[in-house]
């Protein structure tokens, strides 16, 4: 299985290092390895949903405020 560093997976998410880091310790992205203060994100590893954002479910569908 191939990684990613934090700041690989920031760009690719287009995301802050630090948000990486925090979704890593919060054991939110599948598969994640820590190495000391290093972590390690599989290449095939899907963006969480961000939990911190609302969604309004419409008729025509969901919209995120």
């Known amino acids: 299985m191939e990684y990613m560093s934090v ?10 290092e630090r948000r990486i880091q925090r979704l890593c310790s919060e054991n939110r992205i599948k598969g994640v390895i820590h190495f000391s203060r290093v972590w390690a994100i599989p290449k095939d ?4 949903v961000d939990a911190r954002r609302k969604t309004i479910s ?7 405020l």
């Not at 590893?45 to 969480?48: E, F, I, L, T």
């Open 45 to 48: 590893a899907k963006k969480p």
């Open 7 to 16: 700041k690989e997976t920031a760009e690719k998410w287009g995301i802050s």
């Open 58 to 64: 419409k008729q025509n569908g969901d919209r995120q």
